[in-house]
């Protein structure tokens, strides 16, 4: 059984990594635009959801021949801020704006999971769902801000921040799942394994004591 990550995200293959599972990494091309405009009125969860779901399915179609055996796992994230779901700020401007409004405040991070099995090259199960973190930002001062959006970390990460990176300067600490704010949630993504049928010990590489 192969176990393939369904995004390009360096801190999700750090996480994974750290965890004892050497994924093989597959990026869905997914337009995340167009799944989104889908969807009639979404709440936060079901639009992270419907997004993991969508880069989840998307590979395991492309991987079949190549890992007939496998289990695929999409995910997405995003901040609930003020009753507003955002992603990738993408622009320095629209970065530093959010700081300013979440310097000191508390935000919802929503990470949507879905996992596709393979057997034989053929979908057998699916399991899908969302997790959600609140992150406690601290009271950054404008020149850190200004010096954080220049860095351009947080250009291209859901919220405009990161907990492994430069951005876990300016978090004062997180109510939930930590792994989960970084990109992937180990608990949730070892129950949405076990929904499938598979055991997270089952890709762990055997030790080698000296």
Not at 33 to 50: C, G, K
Not at 59 to 87: H, K, Q, R, W, Y
Request: proline share 6%.
């Amino acid at each position: 059984m192969c176990f393939v990550l369904a995004s390009a995200s360096p801190a999700r293959f750090k996480v994974l990594r750290g965890a004892g599972i050497d994924p093989l990494v597959r990026v869905s091309g997914v337009d995340e635009d167009a799944v989104a405009a889908r969807l009639a009125s979404p709440s936060p969860e079901q639009l992270v959801t419907a997004l993991a779901s969508a880069k989840a399915e998307a590979v395991a179609t492309e991987i079949a021949d190549e890992a007939p055996n496998a289990v695929v796992v999409g995910c997405d994230s995003m901040l609930d801020f003020d009753g507003e779901v955002v992603g990738k700020p993408g622009d320095p401007e629209i970065a530093r704006q959010r700081w300013s409004r979440m310097a000191g405040r508390t935000g919802t991070l929503l990470t949507g999971h879905a996992v596709v099995r393979l057997d034989g090259g053929v979908r057998t199960k699916e399991a899908v769902a969302s997790q959600a973190t609140t992150v406690r930002f601290a009271a950054v001062t404008d020149a850190e801000i200004d010096a954080y959006v220049a860095t351009g970390e947080p250009l291209a990460v859901a919220g405009g921040f990161t907990l492994d990176g430069l951005g876990g300067w300016f978090v004062d600490g997180v109510d939930g799942d930590p792994s989960s704010v970084i990109g992937i949630s180990l608990p949730l993504t070892r129950s949405l394994l076990a929904e499938v049928g598979v055991s997270v010990a089952d890709f762990w590489e055997p030790g080698n004591p000296e």
